[in-house]
């Protein structure tokens, strides 16, 4: 069994936002998947199917961003999850929009998110697929201006202009997911990275 976990924050004032691609792409993965975010566990909304053989737990944290961990490590706890069964799905400003990048491990590279999951979890060597929502201009900002325009920017929704990217994204994030699945975390970095 595989947990997929998308973050973001809920409610619908947080759907469109940046910050949400996680969300976002787990719930296009869900529909192509025919798996519905049918219950509450954890903290969560998890759906459960199968999908290339494969029993999966696809879950979507309650919690805010910044406390992932909570849901996810209850998660993990509850479906027995070992760390290379985990694979989370995140926003990352330090890729361009509509890159993708996989990899096993490593630091949370500020994203409070990713963060927060790690020290519930105590590990970090679980699988992430990063999204690119690109970082915002801070040409000529003071530094404390700084941290207000990069929360201000996830925190925004994708203009229409970003829209044709995002719709491709999702859907090469589909892929990849179903690559990891169904293949193996080395065949998704090579195809997808």
């Keep these: 069994m595989k947990l997929i976990v998308g973050l973001g924050n809920p409610g619908a ?3 469109r936002n940046r910050h949400n691609i996680g969300f976002m792409c787990l719930n296009r993965f869900a529909r192509k ?3 519905r975010f049918a219950r509450k566990q954890g903290y969560a909304r998890i759906g459960e199917g199968e999908v290339a053989g494969i029993k999966l737990v696809l879950a979507r944290p309650q919690t805010m961003m910044n406390l992932s961990g909570q849901s996810v490590s209850r998660l993990v706890k509850r ?3 070992s ?3 985990l694979i989370i799905i995140h926003d990352d400003l330090d890729l ?3 890159k993708v990048r996989i990899r096993q491990g490593g630091r ?3 994203h409070k998110g990713i963060e927060s999951t790690i020290a519930c979890l105590g590990i970090s060597n679980f699988i992430r697929v990063r999204v690119g929502i690109s970082r915002p201009d801070l040409t000529g900002s003071a530094d404390m201006d700084r941290d207000a325009e990069v929360i201000n920017h996830v925190l925004s929704d994708f203009d229409a202009s ?3 990217i995002v719709a491709e994204v999702m859907n090469k994030v589909n ?3 179903l690559c990891l699945i169904s293949e193996s975390l080395t065949a998704a970095m090579n195809r997808y990275n």
Aim: glycine residues 16%; charged residues 20%; aromatic residues 8%.
């Design 108 to 110: 949370p590279g500020g």
């Design 162 to 164: 970003e829209n044709k």
């Design 96 to 98: 361009p929009l509509g």
């Design 175 to 177: 892929e990849a997911i």
């Design 13 to 15: 004032a947080y759907t």
């Design 83 to 85: 760390p290379e069964d």
């Design 79 to 81: 479906f027995n999850i």
């Design 33 to 35: 998947h025919g798996i």
